[in-house]
């Protein structure tokens, strides 16, 4: 039986080809169908996944001939003999088959069996053979996938404001794709090209302008993400450790960033903070280099590192130690320098209209007129929103409170913070019965209650480091970090 079904192996495997075309035509076919109304749908729902769900039609369609044609209704090996009587076999085949199924044969069998094998060896079934492919189909396939093709290029329906935002961000991105990327590797300018890419595609399908700011959104976190990934690992397991003391946290943050002037700036000031250390201060940062030390694997920043910390543990000058850290940092910041460049302007370009706007936002918020009754009022402070309830009321002016200016001295102290009342309490204090009816303010605390007061220099870190953090883990533009860092870094000085 093996031999003679070897003979018909040609025709059986021209039979299963043809089946798996025919299932492969119909599974495209209606997947193409589905693939044109999901694309027509997506010019007017632009959160569709147009390109997902396309993508998953069509591997759905392959799977479903392959499933059918060679498992559910594969040819079997009784149908290939058929075929191949109807191709001049004249019922030798299936005869053949039948006989050598059975087993034992007869005299007059055997010589049928004998006859059958000659004539599969004579005939060459798979050639005789003609797929029949539906025709039909097919042509409807090749229209489906054509009109799915031309729709793709069909522009998405959009307003107007959407369209100008849009084309706004599209120019800054070109400008800096003109600037940046020559200066970039070959590696580089790939991953650049591909985050900007992404945010040119997202900007052009946005159907409004909260589509598209949704998307610079996410771009701008998406590119964050890639400046971190870019920075060595050296660095930023140098970063998590010295994240630990307040002393260092400042260099901490420029290594998480990859930033050479940061890290500079950062290493200076932290030379200078040596110098004015006391034993105990010096032993407890030489300890927290060496652990330091531990995970990185760059020779010459390791060999760098238990220079400075054998120099505080000794009472040297780490001037000399201190500087050769500086370097060997710095020449590993400079490690996707360019990349991270590249993304930083593009993050900063493409956010500079969503901060503009709340800047203008919040400028507009700060001033106004109010409305009271007539007579004379008091002066009072407090934190929290003011309402003021009263009887028939003539116009007056309100006079806005002062501001003050952030900053410190040195013996300046604050109150450290306490969970507790932070959900917030009203309190309101009443005034004197007029003929206007009474004034009521109303005082909201959400502060929590205040804690222990202490110097200024020791929570200053803590809070630094716990806004930098909040907000590199938050979705907000870029320029916003650079305010409230910049903020910080004024009050550092």
Known sequence: MKEFLRLLAPLRHKLMAERFLKWFIYGETAAGILCLAVVVLSKFWTEIPALSLCGVF??????????????????????????????????????????????????????????????AKEMDFAKLYRMCLPVKVMRVLALVVVLTIGAGFVPVLRDKEAEVYANAQLERIEQVKKEETPELSKEEKKVFLEAAKALEKDLKTAKTKKAAEE??????????????????????????????????????EALEQGDEAAISQAMEQLLQKMAAMDKGQAA???????????????????????????????????????????????????????????????????????????VESGSESTGGEGQGGEGQGSEGQGNGGKTTNGGNGGTGNGTGGQGRGFGHTEPEKIYTRSAAGKDGYDAQLKGTDSEEGQTTVTEHRTMGQAGTSVPYDTVYGQYRNEAMETLENSS????????????FATLER
């Open 284 to 358: 407890a940062l030489a300890q927290q280099l060496a652990e330091a030390a531990e995970n990185i694997s760059d020779e010459e920043l390791q060999e760098a590192l238990k220079a400075l910390e054998e120099a505080l543990e000794n009472g040297a000058d780490p001037s000399e130690a201190g500087e050769a850290v500086k370097n060997a940092l710095l020449s590993q910041a400079q490690v996707n320098s360019a990349l991270r460049s590249s993304l930083q302007k593009l993050n900063r370009n493409v956010g500079q209209q969503s901060l503009a706007k709340k």
């Open 215 to 252: 998307a610079v959104r996410k771009a701008q976190q998406n590119m964050k993400q890639l400046e971190k990934e870019s920075v060595p690992k050296d660095l930023k397991e140098l970063a998590e450790t010295l994240k630990q003391e307040e002393s260092t946290a400042a260099l901490s």
């Open 58 to 119: 069509v591997l759905l369609g392959l799977l479903t001939a392959l499933t059918a044609a060679f498992s559910l209704r594969k040819v079997t090996e009784k149908e290939t003999a058929e075929a191949a009587d109807a191709l001049g076999g004249a019922e030798r085949m299936i005869t053949t088959m039948e006989l050598l199924g059975k087993g034992t044969q007869n005299p007059v069998e055997e010589m049928a069996v004998a006859d059958g094998f000659a004539k």
């Open 476 to 487: 907000v533009p870029y320029g916003m970090r650079e305010l409230v860092s910049d903020y």
